[in-house]
């Protein structure tokens, strides 16, 4: 495994979900060319430090120690790595304070270097929270691989933040240098919210929701199938986005004791907000994490699951075929995973490789909703 070698520090650095034999590594170009950016220029010892959306670490277990290091990202996969990037290099665990997304750092902060997410309402709502946090001559600094690097990214921080200038490519990686200057307070336009016909519910989505705007089309594939229960089956939701899989499932199964889990804090966020919306104070457990790992074996009677394609930038059907395992793992014999998937994933296959009985419930030309057997 490569060493990630700064000014600051030399780390051995892992990803998260640890896969073995895994190609990718936990740190890139980008994260190299911020760090000697910050050293190069000098970093007081008692800077407060803001990294935003820090992978899996590297930006703040290198400044660990050298600086008051706060991070705040979406995925609570980035701050499972973090912590464990931080003991593996024998750092304290309290070196860094993580803040989830659903909350705002508190500054004022003399340094924020942001890594630039893949989806830009992110960035808006980060950049809007950080209007009265910065300190007196603060610095803002963002930088990403220049092929994951879109124009709207330099405007958003020249509209909150000040003057941007773009820094010369390094190693394909690129850094955008935005001046802080005198802003009207912004008001943030997320959450959005859209509602639904059938189950007639309003959803309300924050920022780095996945189809913020609409009901994502695989979603709206699977809703019409989702079974029905009388008795009190034990469910979960695995990637539970803004909850709209469990909710309707659970509108329609009143005894059901429903678990919703999310990698994502604003998706968890926006599911607690939805399920109290649309059921009251019906008990659900909601929380962020690395899909069912916590969850205790043979503890569910059905999982539901949309599975994503993608960490990051990072597109593939790994993740799918952990939550697959996972859910294998917790569910009773006897017990249903129901998934939807597009056509040429091949889930089917996939499925029928872990689960004893695997049956196709609908399909579109572009999906599948599957029920596999354990």
């Known amino acids: 495994m490569p060493i990630f070698v700064t000014p600051f520090a030399q780390l051995d650095l892992i990803r998260q979900p640890d896969?073995?034999?895994?190609p990718l590594q936990a740190f890139d170009a980008a994260d190299e060319y911020l760090l000697n950016h910050v050293h190069e220029h000098g970093l007081p010892d008692a800077a407060r430090v803001l990294v935003?959306?820090?992978?899996?670490g590297a930006l703040a277990a290198s400044l660990a120690g050298r600086a008051d290091v706060t991070s705040s990202g979406d995925s609570h996969l980035g701050h499972l790595g973090l912590q464990v990037n931080l003991q593996r290099n024998q750092l304290q665990a309290d070196a860094v304070r993580f803040v989830p997304s659903s909350e705002c750092a508190q500054g004022p902060f003399d340094l924020v270097l942001i890594r630039v997410p893949k989806t830009l309402a992110l960035l808006e709502e980060q950049l809007i929270r950080l209007h009265g946090q910065l300190a007196p001559g603060a610095q803002v600094i963002a930088a990403a691989m220049v092929k994951y690097l879109p124009r709207a990214a330099g405007d958003l921080l020249e509209r909150y933040i000040g003057p941007v200038q773009a820094s010369l490519a390094v190693k394909k990686a690129r850094l955008l240098f935005a001046t802080p200057a005198a802003r009207p307070a912004p008001v943030s336009p997320y959450p959005t919210a859209y509602r639904l016909d059938n189950p007639a519910i309003e959803l309300r989505n924050h920022a780095n929701l996945f189809c913020r705007e609409d009901l994502d089309i695989g979603t709206r594939a699977f809703l019409p199938h989702l079974p029905k229960h009388?008795?009190?089956?034990?469910?979960?939701d695995l990637g539970c986005g803004n909850g709209v899989?469990?909710?309707a499932y659970a509108l329609g199964s009143p005894q059901?004791?429903?678990?919703?889990?999310?990698e994502s804090?604003?998706?968890?966020?926006s599911a607690a907000e939805n399920w109290q919306a649309a059921l009251g104070e019906r008990p659900v457990a909601i929380r962020a994490g690395d899909g069912l790992a916590e969850q205790a074996a043979d503890s569910l009677d059905l999982v539901l699951c949309n599975p994503p394609f993608h960490q990051q930038q990072v597109v593939g059907d790994f993740l799918a075929w952990r939550m697959f395992q996972q859910a294998l793992a917790a569910l009773v014999t006897g017990g249903e995973l129901w998934i939807v998937g597009n056509r040429h994933l091949g889930y089917h296959a996939k499925l029928k490789r872990l689960f004893r009985g695997v049956e196709q419930i609908a399909?579109?030309?572009?999906?599948?909703?599957?029920k596999a057997t354990k």
């Open 363 to 370: 399909a579109t030309p572009k999906f599948v909703v599957l």
């Open 245 to 247: 899989l469990a909710i």
């Open 265 to 269: 804090y604003m998706a968890v966020q």
């Open 230 to 236: 009388l008795s009190r089956l034990r469910v979960a």
């Open 256 to 262: 059901a004791e429903l678990t919703l889990v999310d």
């Open 19 to 22: 896969q073995p034999h895994e």
């Open 52 to 56: 935003l959306n820090d992978s899996f």
